[in-house]
DNA sequence: CGCAACATATGTACTATAGCAAGTATGAAT
DNA sequence: ATTCATACTTGCTATAGTACATATGTTGCG
């Protein structure tokens, strides 16, 4: 490999992480203000009932990695808070299945919207070349590294 | 403002947040292996160490944000962990100086040489020109953003 | 010296998370 | 129909984190 390119790599390795500091500055910006009403844990349920819509709780257990007696008890706290809700499977009398409620829905959307206002926040002061600048190069970086897995964000709880 | 620009900065924005997610994943795989080892409260603490060199009890609490009686106790289970050590300060009897074990200083360098190794892993299969242009991107974007304050990452244990 | 301010530790208590074992209800299979 | 597996809940237990009030030791100051 070219040194040019071997210098280029080393540069762009430590821009990278300088910028990946920076990123998670605005996301823990934006989760700051929900943290009083649920926890890191609860709030990864949020996140997945976001993303996958209503699920079983052994579904939902199964993706957090958590034992399903622990979280039926978890769940009776997120209930009790008003997060998420439980309601029968209309497939089978057995299974319980579990959705957001509108509260559970809008401390998600709250963070969310919050991440996107603070990122607005940021690109608001670049010129025209520079915001060209950083879509090409984040658009490119999240090419080459793939979406995380939906574990993998998981183990942050965000 | 010209229509060309707010396209570009919606186009910025949804890009920047495709790469917020690729990098949590980054640092997710980077955290995964040691959270066996600590928790992630007491990750923040080996990073305000790293950070910051060794400190007072009460130093520390204050940029956890924790009580100081609770923090005590705190203290207490990453010592039996071995992560941190007490000792005595050479300025006052009644101040604690609490720094990193070896232990403590191998757990959090793990955790960031894998954030380095993931990005670079994730940066080698780009070319010359597109690791040009992630460089430029992110430092950009890093520039615009700032540092984010101790306080801050510390939300999320980073 | 004596007392106030400071730094930390302890007593006590509560919540969240989490696991194992056992129980209950339901569904599926032979 | 009886038995086995599945889905969930509950009893019990343990640990981590956190706080408030209080105790202990230390320093600085009048």
New binding site residues.
């Given amino acids: 490999m070219a040194a040019r390119t071997v210098q280029l790599r080393g540069a762009a390795i430590e821009g990278t992480l300088t910028a990946s500091r920076a990123l998670l500055g605005v996301i823990a910006r934006s989760l700051a203000p929900v943290m009083d009403t649920v ?1 890191l ?2 709030f990864r349920v949020l996140v997945v009932l976001s993303n996958f819509g209503p699920l ?4 939902v257990a199964q993706r ?1 990695g ?5 979280f ?6 997120m209930v009790a808070g008003g997060l998420i809700a ?1 309601s029968a499977s209309p497939g ?5 299945i579990i959705s957001l409620t509108e509260d559970g829905a809008r401390v998600y959307a709250e963070v969310t919207d919050a991440r996107r206002r603070e990122i607005s926040r940021v690109l608001e002061t670049l010129s025209g070349p520079d915001l060209e600048a950083v879509r090409t190069g984040f658009e490119i970086f999240a090419r080459a590294a793939g979406e995380p897995s939906a574990d993998e964000t998981l183990i942050l709880g965000i």
Same sequence: chains 1, 2.
Avoid: H, K, W
Avoid at 56 to 59: A, H, P, V
Avoid at 66 to 70: E, L, V, Y
């Fill in positions: 926890t844990p609860q079983r709780m052994g579904e957090l958590a034992n399903q007696s622990s039926s008890r978890f769940a009776d706290r439980r089978s009398r057995r299974e319980v």
